[in-house]
C-alpha cells in the first residue's frame, strides 16, 4: 500500500529526511508528453480552466518523474484574470494585456478579488487532493511580477515602463502593490482552504531592481503578503531569480524557505539567510546536456550545503521547454540515492 510522502513538507520545516526531497518549477505541462497532447487540443487558459484537465496536468509529473510534490497547474496571470483584467496567452511569447496600466487612474479598474471568480482552481485542488499522494503546492505572482505583465502588456527583458511608472508615479505604484498584495493573501488563502498544503510567491523579475529601489517599492509589500499567510500554517516559499544582490532583503520575510537561482552559491546564499531552509538551484539548462555533466552539477549542489537538512532540491527557475524528460527522471532517481 503506498503511503503519504511528507517529505517535502518536512524539509520545509527544517525536519530530517531519509532522501532530499525535489520537485521542479513547471513541471507541470511545458515538457511533458500527455501535456503537449492535450496543448494540440486546448490553449492554455482553457486547460488552467478546467478542472479534470488542469489536475490530469499537475498529475503527470508525480507519475512520470517520481517528484515529491504537486504544483498546482495554474498560471500567475489568473489573478489578475480574476481580477477583470483581460489577458491573452500568445504561444512562445507568453501573456500580452492589450489595454495595460499606462496612468495612474487605470490602477483603480482592477477590481478586489473573490474567490468566488476561482471556483475552477478550489475544484482542481480538491480532485488533486484526493488523488495525490505527495503534497499539493499552491502558488502566486509577486506583486512586483504581476505589475510588471500588467504595466509592460506583454514579456519585457528591460522593465523599462515598469521602472518608469515605479520612479514617476511612487503614489500609484503603491496604490497598485497594494492592491495586488492584498488580492494575493486572499487568493492564496482560497487555496490554502480548498487544500493547497504549501504555497510558493514567484518574483521571478524582481531582480531587475536596484537593492535600495526593492527595499523601497517591493519589499514591504512583499512582506505583508507573508505576514498575511501566517496563521494559515502552511510552508510558505518566496522564490526569485537574479536575487543575489537583493538576498538579504529577499530574505527578510517570515517565509520559511528562500528559492533561489544558481546564479549564487548555496553556502554564500546560507551565510546571508541564515536559519531559513533552501529551495533550489540547478541551472536548468543543465539538462540539455549529457547525464554526466548534469550530476556533475548536482553534486556541486549538495558539495556546497553543511546540511542536507533544510534543503529542497529544484531548479534555479522553470524547466525549460526542450527538456528531455527521461533525464528528468534520471535527476529525480540520482538526487534520492545521493
Ligand atoms: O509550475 C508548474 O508546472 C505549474 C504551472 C505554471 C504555469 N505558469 C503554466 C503555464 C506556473 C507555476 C506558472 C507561473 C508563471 N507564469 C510565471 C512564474 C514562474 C516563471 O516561470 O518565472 C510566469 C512569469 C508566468 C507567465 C507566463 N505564462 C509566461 C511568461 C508564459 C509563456 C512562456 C512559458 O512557456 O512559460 C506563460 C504561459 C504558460 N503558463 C505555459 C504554462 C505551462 C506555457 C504554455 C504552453 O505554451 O504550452
Known sequence: MSTFNDRSLRACRSEQTDYTPIWFMRQAGRSLPGYRELRKKYDVLTLTQTPELAAQVSLEPIERLGVDAAILFADIMLLPIAMGVDVRIVDAVGPII?????????????????????????????????????????????????????????????????????????????????????????????????????????????????????????????????????????????????????????????????????????DRAKLIIGNKVIQGNLDPTIMLSDTKTIEAGVDRIFDSLNSRQGFIFNFGHGVLPDTDDTKLKQLVDYVHAK
Open 98 to 266: 492589450d489595454d495595460p496600466i499606462t496612468k495612474p487612474s487605470d490602477v483603480a479598474k482592477l477590481r478586489p478579488f473573490e474567490a468566488s471568480k476561482i471556483g475552477y482552481l478550489q475544484e482542481t485542488i480538491r480532485l488533486l487532493r484526493s488523488d495525490l499522494k505527495v503534497p499539493l503546492i499552491g502558488f502566486s505572482g509577486a506583486p512586483f511580477t504581476l505589475a510588471s505583465y500588467l504595466i509592460e502588456g506583454a514579456p519585457s527583458r528591460t522593465w523599462t515602463k515598469t521602472k518608469q511608472f515605479m520612479y514617476a508615479e511612487p503614489e500609484a505604484w503603491h496604490l497598485l502593490m497594494e492592491t495586488l498584495s492584498t488580492a494575493i493573501i486572499s487568493y492564496l488563502k482560497t487555496q490554502i482552504k480548498a487544500g493547497a498544503q504549501a504555497v510558493q510567491l514567484f518574483d521571478s523579475w524582481v531582480g531587475c531592481l536596484a537593492p535600495s529601489d526593492y527595499r523601497e517599492y517591493v519589499l514591504p509589500h512583499v512582506q505583508k503578503i507573508f505576514d498575511g499567510l501566517e496563521g494559515e500554517h502552511v510552508p510558505r516559499i518566496h522564490f526569485g531569480t537574479n536575487t543575489a544582490g537583493l538576498l538579504q532583503d529577499f530574505a527578510n520575510v517570515s517565509a520559511e524557505v528562500i528559492g533561489l537561482d544558481w546564479r549564487v552559491d548555496l
